[in-house]
């Protein structure tokens, strides 16, 4: 399984970016999908997860009403759409895949992981 993120790039605060992750193979609709970040100096966070349906979503508190994850199992692509940017939003976002029957927070518990595309939002 190999997954590709893109999307990211500069954005003033306030503003929106949509990052997506692309998973190669024909088995995307089994994953659980997740979006963690990390910023300069900081551990990796969670972000966001969605389970195979697309019917449970989990968020973190800091992005929760800002950002939307979701999926399209057809072409086997993850989103996040992240809106009201802040500059403390500033990080390598990662896009994650965990063989779980439900979504999970825990870096641990994913499988595979992406190289991660920066989103760097500008006060």
């Known amino acids: 399984v190999q997954l590709q993120a893109s999307g990211g790039g500069l954005v003033q605060a306030g503003g929106s970016l949509r990052v997506s992750c692309v998973q190669s193979?024909?088995?995307?609709?089994?994953?659980?999908m997740g979006w963690f970040r990390q910023a300069p100096g900081k551990e990796r966070e969670f972000v966001a997860t969605?389970?195979?349906?697309?019917?449970?979503?989990y968020y973190a508190d800091s992005v929760k009403g800002r950002f939307t994850i979701s999926r399209d199992n057809a072409k086997n692509t993850v989103y996040l759409q992240m809106n009201s940017l802040k500059p403390e939003d500033t990080a390598v976002y990662y896009c994650?895949?965990?063989?779980?029957?439900?979504?999970?927070?825990?870096?641990?518990?994913?499988?595979?992981w992406g190289q991660g595309t920066q989103v760097t939002v500008s006060s």
């Open positions: 969605i389970d195979w349906s697309g019917g449970l979503l």
């Open positions: 193979g024909r088995t995307f609709s089994s994953y659980v």
């Open positions: 994650a895949a965990a063989r779980s029957a439900v979504p999970v927070t825990s870096h641990a518990l994913y499988d595979f």
